[in-house]
């Protein structure tokens, strides 16, 4: 075909490919909480994407920013020029950051900032002297992103099986699933349980070769809203202070307001090392994320020769005056409080459907980043059997009736359900019955389909 008769419609079958070659509907447009397709029909974003439209969809503020910002350009690199958007948006998260977190490192997505964080750790180490601080240490199951080095922090079975014989798999602690135990602890002695299983692997590793501990302050998909008892976080600070390894708190998910604070780590008063944001940060309207990180740790890089890192994106003009007005719309209009005040709506009335179904065995999470997890029996936790595909029947249900969830493996990806139930936080209390309604028939059916107990 020649150039200038060139076919652009799309061609059938789809030429497109991602992770299964199942369809979906064509999306036409999105507004608010909701998402339309071309054959008419409206969706409810349950789940905000992958938990990333925090401030709804189609902001008519963000998109003024935006194309006041591309009627002056759209890319300008890193190293040839600065452009205001990025400084600003630098500026505005140091002033967020717990004190001290003032340096900033634009990417595009929450696998490349990961990745960033644990690359300025290794060189920070480095610039120091410390060339045999080389491990750091994550928690299984967690999710930190799906680039190879990112999969070597990563806990998700799925995703790091199929390559795990080409990446070195870095050391890895139980995530402090204290909801599944079955002891006498206080939760108080269980968060310690927990936090004491780092000490004891930098021990086994050897303390001179730990670099890092890097964990979700609530967990994401491979947890489903995970949240540690309140005496694991400081105990977890105490110990890498002792060791001096740096401590990385990954808020892909949990930053920006999605917790009902700005960052998860204010729920424990916690001042990590170095915080990674994605998600939120771009809120759907551009790829960006970013580290914040201790002004110490950024110069001692600086002064030892420079960041040994970059993306062709980073500090994109465009993206970064999104993430500006997209934080401009979180302040503004309060929606870190709304956040909590509508998630603590919704997380009631997700603990309502327990006292109906009794193979819904957990109800946790922070905020607008709430989960459930599906069991066989309560009592024990046992898991549905793995053939149900429960996490992928009910997501399908739910999507019959024009409501989007998300749901991922519980137990590190080959058994266990969960579903994240993660509405903007734009979401109001009327909206929530447009949630609760269509995931409660969806319920009722996959029970009546599996002979399981419907008490309502």
Same mark, same amino acid.
């Given at each position: ?20 070659? =199942? ?9 608010? #909480? ?22 709804? /969809? ?69 610039? +120091? ?14 999710? /930190?992103? =799906? ?32 909801? @599944? ?25 050897? *303390? !001179? ?30 110990? #890498? ?19 009902? +604070?700005?960052?998860?780590?204010? /729920? ?10 994605? +998600? ?25 020769? %420079?960041?040994?890192? %970059? ?8 993206? #970064?005056?999104?993430?500006? $007005?997209?934080? +401009? ?8 409080? $709304?956040?909590?005040?509508? %998630?603590?709506? @919704? !997380? ?16 946790? %999470? ?16 046992? *898991? ?7 996490? /992928? ?28 139930? #993660? ?34």
């Amino acid at each position: 075909m020649t150039h200038d008769v060139f076919d652009w419609s799309p061609a059938e079958p789809s030429k497109l490919f991602y992770q299964s070659g =199942s369809r979906r509907p064509m999306f036409a447009r999105s507004e608010g #909480c909701y998402v339309f397709t071309t054959d008419g029909a409206r969706y409810f974003d349950g789940s905000s994407g992958a938990m990333v439209s925090n401030i709804g /969809h189609s902001n008519p503020r963000v998109l003024a920013a935006m194309r006041e910002e591309m009627a002056r350009g759209t890319f300008a690199y890193r190293l040839h020029f600065e452009s205001e958007p990025a400084e600003r948006l630098a500026t505005a998260l140091g002033r967020l950051a717990p004190p001290g977190l003032t340096r900033v490192f634009f990417a595009s997505g929450g696998s490349e900032a990961v990745e960033s964080a644990i690359k300025l750790a290794r060189q920070y180490a480095l610039a +120091k002297g410390e060339a045999s601080r080389t491990e750091v240490i994550s928690r299984y199951p967690a999710y /930190h992103g =799906s680039t190879f080095g990112v999969l070597a922090v990563t806990g998700y079975e799925p995703l790091t099986r199929p390559f795990a014989p080409m990446f070195r798999d870095m050391p890895k602690i139980p995530a402090p699933r204290a909801y @599944l135990d079955r002891d006498n602890l206080s939760d108080e002695e269980r968060g310690f349980k927990y936090a004491d299983m780092l000490r004891e692997k930098i021990e086994e590793i050897g *303390p !001179k070769r730990a670099l890092a501990f890097i964990l979700e302050p609530v967990g994401g998909a491979s947890t489903g809203a995970l949240v540690a008892p309140d005496s694991y976080y400081q105990r977890v600070r105490d110990i #890498c202070d002792e060791y001096g390894i740096l401590l990385i708190y990954d808020e892909v998910m949990t930053g920006v307001a999605r917790t009902g +604070k700005f960052l998860a780590a204010e /729920h424990w008063s916690q001042s990590p090392d170095i915080i990674v944001l994605g +998600k939120g940060l771009g809120a759907g309207y551009a790829p960006l994320s970013a580290v914040v990180a201790r002004a110490d740790i950024v110069e001692v890089v600086l002064d030892d020769g %420079g960041f040994m890192h %970059g993306y062709t994106y980073a500090g994109n003009p465009l993206a #970064c005056s999104a993430g500006l $007005a997209v934080l +401009k719309e979180v302040i503004d209009n309060d929606l870190i409080g $709304a956040a909590a005040r509508m %998630g603590e709506r @919704l !997380k009631a009335r997700l603990m309502a459907l327990m006292e109906r179904f009794p193979f819904i065995g957990d109800v946790r %999470g922070k905020g607008l980043l709430l989960a459930f997890e599906l069991v066989k029996d309560r009592t024990t936790m046992e *898991p549905l059997p793995r053939e149900w595909n429960a996490y /992928h029947k009910l997501v399908e249900l739910a999507y019959a009736r024009k409501l989007v969830i998300y749901a991922r493996r519980t137990r590190g990806g080959d058994v266990g359900d969960h579903f994240l139930v #993660c509405p903007p936080l734009i979401v109001t209390e009327a909206q929530i019955d447009e949630i609760m309604t269509p995931l409660t028939e969806s319920l009722a059916e996959f029970a009546r389909a599996f002979g399981l107990k419907d008490e309502g």
